[in-house]
């Protein structure tokens, strides 16, 4: 449990560097540390297909989307965030942690019996067997995706100028 | 035993969430709140896993955070891809850039 809360403070630490950064590119990388150390979590929770997802697509696919679209935009990315925003995040931030703490302290009060019965079978069998219909909705998901990645880099018609 | 681990677990994915949500509270720039919304997504998945790990049905709670990452790449090129529209129309990433848009 040590390791993995190691491992939880450097997810929020590798968070706060992503939204913190002035450089968008090291925002970039750092939401992909970030996503590379949840994977890791993911693993050591006993969950391997959530974290090759996880590190494969998100860490991956995800930041290779985030580096394109801001070498696309680079004149135009550097906005002026105004200056109270990074003074301000360690108030705030000590603020909801304590909030935080209390309130997952009267959660641990509340609840005393959260032990369900051990799961039958593999992932495979509940993926594909109880959550089939989500893998219909995954596809009408994907399908959507790239329709409307299409129509939105549509090249324009002659007649339409 | 496991309980008070699992309560460790929202404990941080309620840090996380209160991250991503400061940053679409106070940025400007289009992409940063995008990682914004990034950050919240990965909170919520660690309370599915966690909450699934903590009731035994781990293969459940995986097959939603696969759904899940599965919806949140579409949604990433979609967003990205609107981005990237709204900058050649603004020439700017700028969010105050958009109370401009009419009709």
């Known amino acids: ?161 | 035993m496991i309980i008070n681990e699992w309560v460790v677990y929202l404990l941080f994915a309620g840090a996380m969430f209160f991250l991503g949500l400061y940053c679409l509270l106070t940025m400007r720039n289009l992409i940063k709140l995008f990682i914004g919304i990034e950050i919240v997504g990965k909170g919520v998945s660690l309370v599915l896993l966690s909450t699934g790990w903590a009731r035994r049905s781990i293969f459940l709670a995986q097959s939603l955070v696969v759904t899940y990452i599965v919806i949140e790449v579409c949604l990433v090129a979609v967003a990205l891809a609107v981005i990237i529209n709204l900058y050649r129309v603004n020439q700017s990433l700028d969010i105050r850039s958009l109370t401009r848009l009419k009709g």
Not at chain 1, 41 to 51: K, S
Not at chain 1, 79 to 107: C, H, N, Q, Y
Not at chain 1, 145 to 152: D, I, K, R, S
Request: glycine content about 8%.
């Open chain 1, 1 to 161: 449990m040590t390791f993995q809360i190691i491992l939880l403070v450097a997810l929020v630490a590798a968070s706060a560097v992503a939204i913190l950064a002035k450089d968008l590119l090291k925002s970039a990388i750092a939401l992909a540390v970030a996503s590379l150390i949840l994977g890791i979590i993911f693993f050591r929770m006993g969950a391997p297909y959530a974290g090759v997802f996880e590190i494969s697509v998100v860490a991956g696919l995800i930041t290779v989307l985030f580096m394109l679209t801001i070498a696309l935009t680079k004149q135009g990315g550097d906005v002026r965030e105004s200056k109270t925003v990074k003074i301000v995040f360690p108030l705030f931030f000590i603020v909801f942690a304590l909030i935080d703490i209390f309130v997952m302290r009267g959660i641990l009060a509340r609840i005393p019996a959260l032990e369900g019965a051990a799961e039958a079978g593999t992932f495979g069998e509940v993926l594909w067997k109880e959550r089939s219909f989500d893998l219909v909705g995954q596809l009408a998901v994907i399908l959507a995706g790239v329709f409307a990645v299409l129509a939105l880099f549509r090249k324009r018609d002659h007649h339409d100028n």
